[in-house]
């Protein structure tokens, strides 16, 4: 099976502009979460989909948001830049549906790099 | 708050030791505990899971307990080799969300 796929790999955006990244899940699995990895906060966690519902959201601003499709790829979408937006986002997929008691397959995620 | 600490934070061994990663957590109801490892600039690739009824998991040269009386876990790497040179990254879920919460990482250093 393929892995979790991320695209792009690499963006550089601006202040005050906004972004989507794409996510697309292991064959077969059903949820998708979203993380934000910085070397001052470490992984936070942003959101989690499962059958095109957030199921949990992480303390992040509302310019964070995300949806899910239902072929299960996901979206996540950044409004009006900051420069602490810059990160390492990563997506991981799992075929859990219930009590999250799966292994989490993470994606090789997408550089942001805003200036 | 739930917190997952890691100690040390950086390590550096030479080949063919054996050593001990250690992660602490403050939350006693969780659903299983990952242990993942990290190259730099790359995604994260899950090493073990353990359950929360379960003690221990082996994998190859990898084993890792659970104590969740104590809150611990310990990553054990036998004959460490340049290759585990990595950021090794444990993580919880638990509570009634679907989660990860992860602590801040071991960076591990094996020398030739």
């Known amino acids: 099976k393929a892995g979790v796929t991320q695209t792009p790999r690499y963006l550089i955006k601006t202040r005050g502009q906004q972004v989507t990244l794409s996510c697309s899940p292991i064959?077969?699995?059903?949820?998708v979460s979203w993380y934000q990895q910085t070397p001052g906060q470490g992984l936070q966690f942003l959101f989690e989909?499962?059958?095109?519902?957030?199921?949990n959201k992480g303390n992040f601003p509302g310019r964070f948001s995300g949806r899910q499709f239902s072929n299960s790829r996901s979206e996540m979408n950044v409004s009006t830049l900051e420069l602490g937006d810059s990160a390492l986002y990563l997506c991981?997929?799992?075929?859990?549906?219930?009590?999250?008691?799966?292994?989490?397959?993470f994606g090789p995620g997408t550089r942001l790099t805003v200036l | 708050k739930q917190e997952v600490t890691q100690i040390p934070a950086a390590l550096s061994v030479p080949e063919g030791e054996n050593l001990v990663l250690n992660c602490s957590f403050t939350?006693?109801?969780?659903?299983?505990l990952q242990w993942f490892r990290q190259d730099p600039g790359k995604g994260l690739t899950s090493l073990l899971l353990?359950?929360?009824?379960?003690r221990e998991q082996t994998s190859g040269r990898l084993n890792a307990s659970l104590d969740k009386s104590s809150g611990r876990s310990t990553l054990y790497i036998a004959a460490s080799q340049p290759g585990d040179s990595a950021t090794y990254l444990c993580?919880?879920?638990?509570?009634?969300?679907?989660?990860?919460?992860f602590g801040k990482g071991t960076l591990l250093t094996v020398n030739p």
């Open positions: 353990i359950q929360s009824s379960q």
């Open positions: 064959s077969g699995h059903r949820s």
């Open positions: 989909y499962f059958s095109e519902t957030q199921r």
């Open positions: 939350d006693s109801a969780i659903y299983n």
């Open positions: 991981a997929s799992s075929p859990e549906g219930t009590s999250g008691r799966a292994r989490q397959f």
């Open positions: 993580a919880y879920s638990g509570g009634s969300n679907y989660k990860l919460t």
